[in-house]
C-alpha cells in the first residue's frame, strides 16, 4: 500500500471517508465508498481503477465538493470542503479544478477556443489575455489551426481535447477526469493520454482520472484499485514530477 507522509506537499487529503446513499423505495441503504482515507500529491497522475459500481465516480465527485461524504473530510489545499458553503464550493471548483468529461460536454454552439475561454469568461479574465492563454493551450494539445471549428466539426478525440485545454485554462491545482476514454477507440484514448501526461508534467497540476480499462492503466504514474467501496491496492509506479517551476 503506497502512502504519502507528513513532509510531503499533499493537495487532497481523505480521511476515513465513507458515502451511503438511501433507496427509499426499496427500503436500503447503499455504502459507495467505505472509510476510504487517500492523499494525491500536487503534480501526481492517479488512476482510480475498478469496475462498474466500485466507487470511482463517488470519490471523483468527492475530491470537487459535488457531493459530501456522510463521515470523514475532504479537504483541497487545506481546506475542508464540507465547511464550505455553497458559493465557496463554486469558486472553488471555478478557480482551483478542472474538469474533463466522458461526454465532453462541450457548448454546440461555440468555436473550440470559446468552449476552451469559458471558464475564464468566468472568471472575467480580460479578452487578450484568454486568447493567449487558451491559443497556447490548443496548440498543445494538436488543436492548432482547428480554433474555429465548432464540436460537430471535430471527432471524438478531438473534441476531448478541447475539454483537455478548457479544463487547464484557468489554471487549476486539480483535474479531474471521469472515464475520459470511454468513448473513444483505443488508439484515440491512448493518444489522449498521452497529451494528458504531457500537460501534467508541463503544468505541474493533479490528475486524477477513473477508469476500467486495464489498457489506459499502464500510462498512470500511479494506480488506486477500487472494489465495492474500498481501496484495494495503492500502487505509485514512477515517482511525482519535479515540483519547482515558475
Known amino acids: 500500500m503506497s502512502t504519502m507522509d507528513a513532509s510531503d506537499d499533499v493537495l487532497l487529503r481523505f480521511d476515513n471517508v465513507s458515502r451511503a446513499y438511501s433507496h427509499t423505495h426499496h427500503g436500503r441503504t447503499v455504502r459507495a465508498l467505505n472509510d476510504v482515507s487517500f492523499t494525491a500529491g500536487r503534480g501526481e497522475f492517479i488512476a482510480i481503477a475498478g469496475p462498474s459500481g466500485s466507487g470511482k465516480t463517488t470519490m471523483l465527485n468527492l475530491c470537487a465538493g459535488l457531493d459530501q461524504p456522510?463521515?470523514?473530510?475532504v479537504s483541497l489545499g487545506g481546506r475542508v470542503l464540507s465547511t464550505l458553503n455553497h458559493q465557496q464550493l463554486a469558486d472553488l471548483r471555478l478557480r482551483q479544478v478542472g474538469f474533463i468529461f466522458q461526454a465532453y460536454n462541450l457548448?454546440?454552439?461555440l468555436s473550440a477556443r470559446e468552449n476552451a475561454e469559458f471558464v475564464l469568461l468566468l472568471q472575467g479574465v480580460p479578452v487578450k489575455e484568454r486568447r493567449q492563454r487558451v491559443g497556447a493551450l490548443l496548440k498543445e494539445v494538436g488543436l492548432q489551426g482547428m480554433?474555429?471549428?465548432r464540436p460537430q466539426q471535430l471527432s471524438g478525440g478531438?473534441?476531448?481535447r478541447v475539454a483537455v485545454a478548457r479544463a487547464l485554462a484557468s489554471r487549476p491545482q486539480l483535474v479531474l477526469a471521469d472515464e475520459p476514454t470511454a468513448n473513444l477507440d483505443y488508439k484515440t484514448a491512448m493518444a489522449l493520454l498521452y497529451t494528458?501526461?504531457?500537460m501534467n508534467r508541463?503544468?505541474?497540476c493533479t490528475f486524477i482520472f477513473s477508469t476500467h480499462d486495464p489498457r489506459v492503466m499502464r500510462l498512470a504514474h500511479r494506480i488506486v484499485q477500487m472494489s465495492d467501496g474500498i481501496i484495494q491496492s495503492d500502487e505509485r509506479r514512477r515517482p511525482?514530477?519535479?515540483r519547482a517551476g515558475p
Open 158 to 160: 478531438q473534441q476531448q
Open 147 to 149: 480554433e474555429d471549428r
Open 202 to 204: 508541463t503544468h505541474r
Open 240 to 242: 511525482i514530477p519535479d
Open 196 to 198: 494528458m501526461e504531457q
Open 107 to 109: 457548448i454546440p454552439v
Open 70 to 73: 456522510t463521515s470523514g473530510t
